[in-house]
């Protein structure tokens, strides 16, 4: 039993996980799926790894730094010059065959370098802002896997509500037509109902169009083609937030909101920045230990007609230590120094800006989605009756035309009244969802727990071809 299932299981899988699989999923489903697949989030990944090695480095240039060196060096030369005999100084010919070579070790530890210290506590905040921004990352995800979710699902209601509305305009024009051939109706109320199945094809057509730009969104966050989709059940909680405070959302997002936390932690980065610039006007003392060592070897050859060739060998060699301290005291670079610390100033100052503009956009943004979530609640209820008011209209229209009491644009109207609300009504439902999770995001505690509580909501399966 065991050797026949689990190939089968293992194929099976192994399909569920091809890239561009059809298949039905819930929204934690995409979400795992993004969470593998998104390009955006993948890129943050590697940003923050990136980001990480910033400690190590600044770390590094603290620490012993060992070098060595060599070199060797051949050098053949010949020439002719004076040479004394007992006949007197007569010419002669030299030549002269060297070889030397050179090595030198050299430590150098650093003792007091203020640049050094001050990148190494710059690189440790720029480690930390790199995994706020990481999770924020992933906080994007979620809303960003929500909002493509619930925009194939409402791009799929519309497309129901239009084919709906189109097939029943075309059964009142076939009606029309025949009312018209017996004189019960006038032509206009045959052109006024083919006009308006003519509108109504071409919703139609451009509700399929935006059914597919939504499935290819969906598909370029995930990797993956769903050809069914769960979407909320008509039994789908509608919860105030908690706690049901705006002031209390807004003290919490400014406290705890990624966006935000990171756009701190970027002014604290910019003002270390002016401390590192700053360190080119102190001196530096480091502790340098270096051991080198020569060694050379020559042949210097004289020759003359009368005495005949001379050989004079020659070989040295010679090593050195030393080890001391070595303070370096900038006096003048130009101007250069100055002009950095300037420049870390207006980078520091920009980086305040930018936090200030961060907390007024958080600020902004948690009270409009606190808002969002508390009129989406009644929009839905006021939409959801709106939408059974219109049936009922459309039924009592329908019925007055077919008594000669209405005409067929008043049939018309009132059906595209039934199309809007019944689109308006399946949007508001997305939309609330979408504000509940923005809210959390805004909070800065929006994970995969609060997605899987709107999962839950999740109650139906519908078909998004």
């Not at 299932?5 to 996980?17: E, M």
């Not at 065959?97 to 070790?105: E, I, L, Q, Y």
């Not at 966050?221 to 049901?244: C, H, N, Q, V």
């Not at 002031?247 to 701190?264: G, I, Y």
């Amino acid at each position: 039993m065991k050797l026949t299932l689990f190939p089968a299981a293992l194929v099976a899988s192994a399909v569920f996980c091809l890239p561009g699989a059809a298949a039905a999923a819930d929204l934690t489903e995409i979400y795992h799926r993004a969470l593998r697949s998104d390009p955006q989030l993948r890129e943050a990944e590697a940003i923050r790894s990136a980001t990480r090695e910033a400690h190590p480095q600044a770390l590094g240039a603290l620490l012993p730094q060992l070098s060595a060196s060599g070199g060797y060096v051949h050098d053949d030369s010949s020439g002719v010059s004076p040479f004394f005999t007992t006949d007197g100084l007569v010419p002669a010919t030299t030549s002269t065959k060297s070889n030397a070579s050179t090595w030198s070790v050299q430590l150098r530890q650093t003792v007091f370098r203020w640049d050094q210290f001050a990148t190494l506590r710059q690189a440790d905040a720029q480690t930390a802002q790199a995994e706020i921004d990481f999770r924020a990352a992933q906080q994007s995800v979620i809303l960003r896997t929500a909002q493509a979710y619930f925009n194939v699902l409402a791009a799929r209601d519309t497309l129901d509500a239009a084919d709906a509305a189109r097939e029943a305009i075309v059964r009142q024009l076939e009606q029309a037509e025949k009312r018209f051939e017996v004189g019960l109706i006038a032509i206009t109320d045959v052109e006024e109902a083919r006009a308006a199945a003519d509108q109504a094809t071409a919703t139609v057509i451009a509700s399929k169009r935006s059914l597919a730009t939504s499935r290819d969104q969906l598909r370029e966050l995930t990797g993956d083609s769903f050809d069914e989709l769960a979407r909320p059940g008509d039994d789908m909680p509608l919860i105030t937030p908690d706690p049901a405070s705006e002031e209390q959302w807004v003290k919490a997002a400014l406290d705890q909101n990624l966006s935000l936390s990171s756009a701190r932690i970027g002014a604290d980065i910019a003002h270390e920045a002016i401390s590192v610039a700053r360190g080119g006007h102190l001196p530096t003392l480091d502790i340098v230990a270096r051991q080198s060592g020569a060694q050379t070897s020559s042949n210097t050859t004289f020759f003359d007609p009368t005495a005949g060739a001379i050989l004079f060998p020659s070989d040295s060699s010679n090593r050195d230590k030393q080890i001391g301290l070595q303070l370096t005291v900038p006096i003048y670079s130009g101007g250069t120094t100055n002009s950095h610390v300037r420049e870390a100033v207006y980078r520091h100052r920009a980086a305040r800006e930018r936090l200030e503009r961060a907390a007024r956009a958080t600020e902004r943004g948690t009270r409009d989605a606190y808002l969002g979530v508390i009129s989406e609640i009644s929009r839905v209820t006021a939409l959801k009756q709106s939408l059974a008011s219109s049936r009922i209209a459309l039924t009592a229209t329908e019925a007055g035309y077919e008594v000669g009491t209405r005409t067929a644009v008043d049939v018309l109207l009132a059906r595209q009244r039934l199309f809007d609300a019944q689109t308006a009504y399946a949007r508001s439902r997305y939309d609330y969802v979408l504000n509940v999770l923005t809210l959390e995001q805004q909070a800065g505690t929006l994970d995969e727990s609060r997605l899987t509580r709107v999962n839950s909501w999740l109650g139906q399966t519908v078909s998004v071809k």
